[in-house]
């Protein structure tokens, strides 16, 4: 059986080479179907990891609290603001916990010179840069008097200084917000777009109560982001936040929560699903090219036995064995399958690496898909070549002589 194995695949290499141009041809719709599903599920992976690294370097013990009950992924129903006075109960009241810093944002138009830039400017405590791991590239974060006394200060973003400053150090510069003119004294470190594409350095952060009095106009907090200490369950810290909050927003035991509750670990774990759904749902349609390739090798093994007639009925008039027909085809069949899925797999591993690089993804090496789509291209060989090496096989020796 060895022999027949190791003749039949010395007959196939030997039609290969005999067509190389169309054994090429032949291979393109495998080759590409393979390079496909690899590339997209090795991209898919790339990104879950990045979701999963940029919610880890805000720590696992991270909650956030905003007004509304929510109604599904990125939803919620309208609910009253938070006030300053519920971030200092939360910190006055919840045990266990290393921060709480309240935060309120709006949309405004920053002004220095003749430069103007539309950013998001952010109101919050001192409190709120050591949560959201935001650290100074130059110059200072505001202290707890400034943030207290509401002093006209500002710390911006990499982007922002871009826009307006270019190059040169910001540190110093009174820029315009609204009516607001304030002092620039820090430069945050850069952090890059977000998993969900945000540009996180598109960011001016004031002191809250500056934000309150002069931008917003109002004492409303949109949310209260909470640290809890090392070693404190975050599932405790956030049963003691929904107590907290039913008292404070007068909520009867009949009523439902009009706030919602949400902990770093919810928060990865709906994105990473996400994204690995999306990353088998466009798997699962590279795939449909993998089966185009299966039919182009069908119809072009096809063709082959129709040329080969009279080479198949002379073999078989002098003894060759059906079955050793049928298997040479069928080798023929997986040959080509399964160079194109070796030749599939080197591009993809190629693509896979430069893409990652332009998408700013980590490269994710996935064996276990490198090897199911190897394995698949030789399978729909086997199904695709079965056809064809059946009929081969199952020729008439006198029929086939006479063949023309």
Known sequence: MTAMLLNALLLALRELRRNVMRSI???LGIIIGVAAVIVLVTLGSGATRKVTEQIASLGSNLLMLTP?????????SGGAPFKLADAEA???EVPGLAAVAPVSSRSATAIYASENWSTTVTGTTDEYFGLSNRRMQEG??????????????????????????????????????QKLSCEVIGLIQSKGQSSMG????????????????????????????????????????????????????????SQDDNFNVMDMKEIAAMLSGTTRMMTMLLGAVAAVSLLVGGIGIMNIMLVSVTERTREIGTRLAIGALEREVLLQFLVEAVVLSSLGGLIGIALALAASASLAGV??????????????????????????????????????????????
Request: proline share 5%.
């Open 359 to 404: 998408l700013q993804v980590p490269f994710v090496f996935n064996a276990p898909i490198v090897v199911v789509g190897f394995a698949f291209s030789a399978v729909v060989g086997v199904i695709f070549g079965y056809v064809p090496a059946h009929k081969a096989a199952r020729l008439d020796p006198i029929e086939a002589l006479r063949h023309e």
């Open 198 to 253: 945000h540009d996180q350095d598109d960011i001016i952060v004031v002191p809250l109560r500056t934000f309150q009095r002069r931008i917003a106009g109002n004492d409303d907090v949109s949310m209260i982001q909470v640290s809890a200490r090392e070693g404190v369950s975050t599932d405790r810290v956030k049963r003691d936040l929904g107590r907290l909050m039913r008292v404070r927003r007068h909520l009867s035991s």
């Open 90 to 92: 939360i910190a006055r």
């Open 25 to 27: 041809l032949t291979m």
């Open 68 to 76: 509304g009950k929510r109604m599904g992924p990125g939803q919620s």
């Open 140 to 177: 200072r974060a505001f202290t707890a008097g400034e943030a207290r006394l509401g002093a006209s200060v500002c710390v911006i973003g990499e982007t922002v200084r871009d826009k307006l400053f270019g190059r040169h150090s910001p540190v110093g510069s009174r820029i315009r917000l």
